[in-house]
């Protein structure tokens, strides 16, 4: 793909999986990837023990930003070339 075929809002798709660009730089783009992702709540219980749990998330509300509850990607230009808007190209 090309820079200027993304917009905030594009999907696409890498050899990792499906991607949403959330922003458009001058040289790059951002995005979150939609792919199940590993989640980690932490928190104090009544007792004041820290706890932790570790789980596996699709939950569509962890795509929703910005500002986003998961990690944003930078690809450069040289990562444009990796990606396309047809999934088939990665089978």
Excluded: N
Aim: charged share 30%.
């Amino acid at each position: 793909m090309k820079h200027s075929d993304f917009q905030i809002g594009t999907e696409f798709f890498t050899a990792a999986g499906r991607w949403r660009c959330t922003d458009v730089g001058t040289r790059v783009i951002v995005a979150i990837s939609l792919e199940p992702r590993e989640i980690m709540r932490q928190w104090t219980d009544a007792k004041g023990e820290r706890m932790q749990e570790t789980f596996i998330s699709d939950d569509p509300r962890d795509l929703i930003g910005p500002p986003y509850s998961v990690a944003e990607l930078v690809f450069d230009e040289y990562d444009l070339d990796g990606c396309s808007t047809d999934p088939d190209d990665f089978l």
